[in-house]
């Protein structure tokens, strides 16, 4: 039975993203950034993933705190910065709202008084936080599975394994298209002998396999004779653990819309271990070519020409597992499950 790719308009329609965000972005663990930045109270970091601003503490009792990053008086930020620290409580950078760490709205500043005004109904919107090996995840569902349940194929995987808690170095890069062309040329090795002629050297490309476990894409990428062995690792909807030369590069995928996608790269590297230099050099080559490809790509899924293609079964079913689930979210969102009115409806073929 032919397997047929999802059409164009997945990959270019604003409203799809739109749709994405709510289903997709909002019910996953999304990584936010390194536990090492969050030692001391009120240290925060502060990102916008998928359009939802957001802000995590550490708290006066030593607990990580999430919040969005929306003052509930007129939607001001509480922080201003990627990370920082605020002296005990966050105070709104435009009109001086004060918040305790725990959320809780300590004092509307010079509003004065109101009818009905009660601080109580005034805490910020949380979302739910929790650390995993340093790496700090955060979900906007409050009642989300437990983190542990999402990476406990990974847990396997790596065993005692230890990351090293800082950063040695961190570098966007900003591609044109959508979020889910660069996700899905992650998925499969089925490009790397056309797109990455010097990776394809070091592995067996015949062998390249990737298989799913949960919510992690595993590849098994046999490497040829005095190669570096990597892992590489994806993670339910946007994110990749790549280990290699002793380095373990983070990689979220971030969408910007529906045909902008920023890639975050945080290397974790112990310094008494070489090989920093020859995996920034290998990541920022491979990220060279396939912002070639996947910003091509994406040219042509806009063209107007072509729809949907044909998945092959022996080299992309990362892609297939990948585009389902994606399919499934996007119904499943689409007013209490009814799809016929979603921007999605009737792209399942």
């Known amino acids: 039975m032919l397997i047929t790719t999802a059409p164009a308009a997945l990959y270019r329609d604003p409203a799809v993203f739109d749709a994405e965000r709510a289903a997709v972005f909002a019910k996953a663990w999304l990584f936010m950034g390194l536990e090492a930045d969050l030692t001391e109270t009120g240290d925060y970091i502060a990102e916008t993933l998928a359009g939802y601003p957001l802000v995590v503490v550490r708290d006066a009792a030593g607990a990580l705190r999430g919040f969005h990053n929306v003052c509930r008086h007129r939607a001001g930020p509480l922080v201003g910065d990627a990370h920082g620290k605020c002296a005990g409580e966050f105070v709104c950078r435009y009109h001086g709202w ?15 008084p109101a009818d009905g005004f009660d601080a109580r109904d005034f805490g910020l919107f949380p979302v739910a ?22 990476l406990a194929p990974l847990d396997r995987l790596l065993g005692d394994r230890a990351f090293p808690a ?11 298209c959508n979020w889910k062309v660069y996700v899905e040329n992650y998925l499969e090795g089925y490009h ?15 062998r390249y396999a990737v298989r799913m476990e949960g919510q992690v894409a595993i590849h098994e990428v046999p490497a040829t004779a005095g190669a570096a062995e990597g892992l590489w690792a994806w993670i339910w909807p946007n994110l990749a653990l790549n280990l290699y030369r002793n380095v373990l ?44 490809i996947c910003q091509r790509v994406q040219e042509n899924l806009g063209a107007g020409v072509y729809d949907q293609g044909a998945l092959s ?34 792209m399942r073929r």
């Open 98 to 112: 004060r918040y305790t760490l725990d959320g809780r709205l300590r004092a509307a500043t010079d509003f004065g």
């Open 129 to 150: 936080v929790q650390a995993w090996r340093g790496l700090v995840f955060v979900n906007l569902d409050t009642a989300a599975a437990p983190l542990t349940e999402t």
């Open 166 to 176: 800082t950063a040695a170095l961190r570098r966007s890069h900003a591609i044109d």
């Open 192 to 206: 790397i002998g056309m797109i990455h002629p010097a990776l394809a050297a070091e592995v067996e490309t015949g």
């Open 249 to 292: 590069i983070i990689e979220p995928m971030r969408p910007h819309g529906a045909a902008r996608t920023q890639l975050d790269y945080i290397y974790l590297h112990d310094p008494e271990t070489e090989g920093l230099a020859a995996a920034i050099a290998t990541s920022e080559r491979l990220t060279d070519e396939d912002r070639w």
């Open 313 to 346: 079964a022996r080299h992309e079913n990362g892609v297939r597992w990948f585009q389902a689930r994606l399919m499934e979210a996007l119904e499943g969102g689409a007013d209490g499950g009814q799809a016929s009115s979603h921007p999605a409806a009737g």
